[in-house]
Structures are given as C-alpha cells and as structure tokens.
C-alpha cells in the first residue's frame, strides 16, 4: 500500500487534531465541583453537619471505591432530606451520583462504589426539604487510578 502526498498529509492532520482533542480531555477542577455545588444548593453556602461520608483514606485501585452517605434527619414529612448529590471532583466529569430521598424512604443512607481516576476529595451535599444544605468532604489517595491515569 503506497499513499499519495495528499493521502500523508491528511493523516498527519488528522492525527494533530486527534491529539489537540485528546490533550484537551482534561480532568475536572476544584472550580468545576463548586460550580455543581452551587447549582444544586440554588447558590447558598452548604453548612457542615448533619452529612457524614463515609471513604476510605487510601484506595489501592480507583476503579471500584466504596463509599457511603448518611444524613442526620428524622425524615418525615415535614423534615427529611430531599436528595444527595456526590461529587469527585478530579475526576473527568466530577458529577458521581444523585440520591432522591422522601419521607417515606426512612433513613437517609447510600452506599455505592465509585471510580476515581487519582488522589482527589469527594464530596456530598445533601439538600434537606426546608432548603438547608450540608456538605461534607473527605480526600481519597488513589495509587491505581481507575479512569485510564
């Protein structure tokens, strides 16, 4: 198989652009998970309490992170927690999970396992039904990551 010039030429554009793309497929920022935060608070600044993560410190393979949320509340109907949202925030795209909660689910918990690309904190904000939010944060050391890094 012999290419042309042209046909080299294309190829080598090609593979430029391929890799201006590929470096540009950055991780999320700090910036990108207070963002999140904001949009999901409606802007307010979460208080701490009420919220535990729970994660561990060092996980020895990112791709499969357990982790666990649970929230202080009496859960009924007047006071109980409207959702849970769960952010990594050095991961691609920092939004993990979202956890809807009524008064009827009894108890605020979640337990999941999450994939972490590197060392990062994750983060959960829970966004109670008077409109309250709590955050809480822990950092998790990755030694393997589990998005490609």
Do not use: W
């Not at 540009?24 to 009420?50: H, L, V």
């Amino acid at each position: 198989m012999t290419l042309t010039r042209r046909e080299a030429l294309a190829l080598t554009a090609g593979a430029a652009a391929f890799l201006a793309t590929a470096s540009r497929m950055a991780f999320a920022s700090a910036e990108d998970a207070e963002k999140a935060i904001s949009e999901f608070t409606g802007g307010a600044a979460p208080q701490s309490g009420k919220i535990t993560l729970t994660a561990p410190e060092i996980a020895e393979n990112g791709n499969s992170v357990p982790i666990s949320v649970s929230v202080d509340s009496p859960m009924t109907a007047d006071d109980h927690v409207a959702s849970v949202l769960v952010l990594a925030e050095g991961n691609p795209n920092p939004d993990v999970a979202t956890f809807h909660f009524t008064a009827l689910s009894g108890m605020a918990t979640a337990t999941t396992r999450i994939r972490l690309a590197r060392t990062q904190n994750v983060i959960a904000v829970a966004k109670m039904s008077d409109g309250s939010t709590y955050i809480d944060r822990k950092e998790v050391k990755v030694t393997i990551g589990g998005c490609g890094g």
